[in-house]
């Protein structure tokens, strides 16, 4: 049932796929459990009175997984355009100033490519406050690893903005990555720590 092939590559001495890919990887299958808990939630007549909204929480579950997935994909290629230009040439002044030129502009897609992997984990994140608070207690165990698989992803693709704007010139552009970067981190990681530590103390 487990298809090994992208966690095969993941382990191999391959460039890609790497750390960003990883986070959405992980944050997909954050997704995936949560539109599993909306899915047996949709159907129990007792919770009837919040089928509708949990059909609504799967529906924007399974796009986030879809577009996660996506992203991984997206994130190899940004790393790759990145990574080719470090290979060319710098024998002379024009080559090296091209060469510069080149991964600047790549640097853009590098750091574009995991803000929206954490915009994506920061939606699975607000779909679980939904399911933890509606869903039965049978299920809410479920509901606490999306969120932390979530939390855990999003932090993840952070390390890979950071890591790209360090190496930007242009000071004001790398500002605003980091700076989105610091909100992502910040409301959306403590709502799912919130929803863990809530689940958490609601099964013990």
Request: glycine share 4%; aromatic share 4%; hydrophobic share 55%.
């Amino acid at each position: 049932m487990v298809n090994t092939e992208f966690v095969d590559a993941l382990a191999s001495d391959a460039a890609v796929p790497g750390g960003g890919g990883g986070a959405a990887y992980a944050a997909a299958l954050a997704a995936a459990l949560g539109a599993m808990v909306g899915n047996i939630m949709a159907g129990k007549p007792k919770f009837a009175d919040v089928a509708d909204d949990m059909r609504a929480s799967v529906v924007e579950l399974d796009a986030a997984r879809a577009r996660l997935l996506e992203l991984i994909d997206e994130d190899a290629e940004a790393f790759s355009r990145l990574a080719a230009t470090w290979k060319l040439s710098r024998a002379t002044e024009e080559e090296k100033a091209a060469r510069h030129a080149a991964e600047q502009a790549a640097l853009m897609g590098a750091c574009e490519v995991p803000l929206r992997i954490m915009r994506v984990c920061a939606a699975v994140i607000e779909s679980d406050e939904f399911l933890a608070s509606n869903a039965s207690k049978l299920v809410l165990s479920d509901v606490g690893a999306s969120a932390i698989l979530a939390k855990s992803a999003l932090q993840a693709a952070a390390l890979n903005v950071h890591i790209n704007t360090n190496l930007m010139d242009d000071a004001v552009q790398a500002a605003a990555f980091n700076e989105e970067c610091a909100q992502l981190l910040t409301q959306p990681c403590d709502a799912a720590q919130a929803i863990y530590d809530k689940v958490a103390a609601a099964i013990k």
